[in-house]
T-cell receptor, first 118, second 112 residues
Framework: GAVVSQHPSWVICKSGTSVKIECRSL??????MFWYRQFPKQSLMLMAT?????????EQGVEKDKFLINHASLTLSTLTVTSAHPEDSSFYIC??????????????FGPGTRLLVL | EDQVTQSPEALRLQEGESSSLNCSYT??????LFWYRQDPGKGPEFLFT???AGEEKEKERLKATLTKKESFLHITAPKPEDSATYLC?????????????FGKGTKLSVKP
């Protein structure tokens, strides 16, 4: 089956530093990638949608200058949390949708990255 | 408004005790209903996609069915390793981008 990887799987950083998380689709091309955030015992919250070669679309309430998304190729998207603060601590999960059909295809998820900001 | 509701929120079963999880939805133009399994501290794992009413899919002890208003995930003779949170999501049609709308999940615990 389709595999999505994320790196790193967990990261601890000091307040004020920036953290970059990579998301790769290993065996398929993903025109569209997604970034989610999940708080304990809660469901997934979509942060942004990114299409290869174009700017990401952010959900309401998500600061685009704080969460920088780059979808540089059909297999790689990165999320950079800039000037991280303790309230940014969370579980971040990326997802990639296979296929080039607009809105079609199955969405596969990465294993997640746990971020702890001290 | 597009909406997904899963029930129950939590379900405790004895090993071998079959049951069903429900996913009710209201969506403008369904372009797919998806079931995922999520273990603690991990990303969701894809299970099934259903596209039209009457469609059924099976994988080991799991069987997913779809009607025009809801989907069921039937678990036959569950084992402790089936314990996880099961997420249902729909992809609306119409003029939307096709982003998934998730339910809050059903947390399944299977005791030996």
């Amino acid at each position: 089956g389709a595999v999505v990887s994320q790196h790193p799987s967990w990261v601890i950083c000091k307040s004020g530093t920036s953290v970059k998380i990579e998301c790769r689709s290993l065996d398929f091309q993903a025109t569209t990638m997604f970034w989610y955030r999940q708080f304990p015992k809660q469901s997934l919250m979509l942060m942004a949608t990114s299409n290869e070669g174009s700017k990401a679309t952010y959900e309401q309430g998500v600061e685009k200058d704080k969460f920088l998304i780059n979808h540089a190729s059909l297999t790689l998207s990165t999320l950079t949390v800039t000037s991280a603060h303790p309230e940014d601590s969370s579980f971040y999960i990326c997802s990639a949708r296979e296929g080039r059909l607009a809105g079609g295809g199955t969405q596969y998820f990465g294993p997640g990255t746990r971020l702890l900001v001290l | 408004e597009d909406q997904v509701t899963q029930s129950p929120e939590a379900l405790r079963l004895q090993e071998g005790e079959s049951s069903s999880l429900n996913c009710s939805y209201t969506v403008s133009g369904l372009r797919g209903l998806f079931w995922y399994r999520q273990d603690p501290g991990k990303g969701p794992e894809f299970l099934f996609t259903l596209y039209s009413a009457g469609e059924e899919k099976e994988k080991e002890r799991l069987k997913a069915t779809l009607t025009k208003k809801e989907s069921f995930l039937h678990i036959t003779a569950p084992k402790p390793e089936d314990s996880a949170t099961y997420l249902c999501a729909v992809r609306p049609g119409g003029g939307s981008q096709g982003n998934l709308i998730f339910g809050k999940g059903t947390k399944l615990s299977v005791k030996p």
